[in-house]
T-cell receptor, first 118, second 111 residues
Framework: GAGVSQSPSNKVTEKGKDVELRCDPI?????LYWYRQSLGQGLEFLIY????????KSGLPSDRFSAERTGGSVSTLTIQRTQQEDSAVYLC????????????????FGAGSRLTVL | RKEVEQDPGPFNVPEGATVAFNCTYS??????FFWYRQDCRKEPKLLMS???SGNEDGRFTAQLNRASQYISLLIRDSKLSDSATYLC????????????FGTGTKLQVIP
């Protein structure tokens, strides 16, 4: 697609429920990132994909969080047994490739999925 | 020490003023650098890349100082529309493309 697409744009759920957030990156972008941003805070790195593999999962806050990517394209971030502290905007970004070449590793973000856990 | 550090601000400046932000990074092996802009309740968007020799894009000038491990962003003739949070971004080397964002510097341009 023309840009990074995320869904849902807004999700309100009850504590303890599971949620799935979807990211559809720019076509041809091999690198995909998930970040989380709480109100008034900076971006918190969650996980990075290169193709379908995740070389860095170090940012996932707990084992309730998982993510997968299939076909080198769409990624799903799953949060099990949601807690109120999970409330945040979840941002997905993609980039053309890995490596130090400046132009190739510019990240383009989706509009985010705003999660509210009641 | 944080990998990427920025003064959170806010920087409140009058229209037409010149303002500069710095961002320090801890890993000397960092390969590439960027400034992103984030408007309230919006996603970050690329403002400009930062090249070793420094680069300019209209009213915006970015510089890199590898010796002191910081990058800077200078905005001349500030406009009301420049009000936003400016995020420093550093790509670290090390086998894959680790991208680290600073927490951002908030700029408010006042009429």
């Amino acid at each position: 697609g023309a840009g990074v697409s995320q869904s849902p744009s807004n999700k309100v759920t009850e504590k303890g429920k599971d949620v799935e957030l979807r990211c559809d990156p720019i076509s041809g972008h091999t690198a995909l990132y998930w970040y989380r941003q709480s109100l008034g805070q900076g971006l918190e790195f969650l996980i990075y994909f290169q193709g379908n593999s995740a070389p860095d999962k170090s940012g996932l806050p707990s084992d309730r969080f998982s993510a997968e990517r299939t076909g080198g394209s769409v990624s799903t971030l799953t949060i099990q047994r949601t807690q109120q502290e999970d409330s945040a905007v979840y941002l997905c970004a993609s980039s053309l490739t890995m490596g130090p070449i400046s132009g190739a590793n510019v990240l383009t973000f989706g509009a985010g999925s705003r999660l509210t856990v009641l | 020490r944080k990998e990427v550090e920025q003064d959170p601000g806010p920087f409140n400046v009058p229209e037409g003023a010149t303002v500069a932000f710095n961002c320090t990074y801890s890993n000397s092996a960092s390969q590439s650098f960027f400034w992103y802009r984030q408007d309230c309740r919006k996603e970050p968007k690329l403002l400009m890349s930062v090249y070793s020799s420094g680069n300019e894009d209209g009213r915006f000038t970015a510089q890199l100082n590898r010796a002191s491990q910081y990058i800077s962003l200078l905005i001349r003739d500030s406009k009301l529309s420049d009000s936003a949070t400016y995020l420093c971004v550093v790509n670290l080397s090390g086998g894959y493309q680790k991208v680290t964002f600073g927490t951002g510097t908030k700029l408010q341009v006042i009429p």
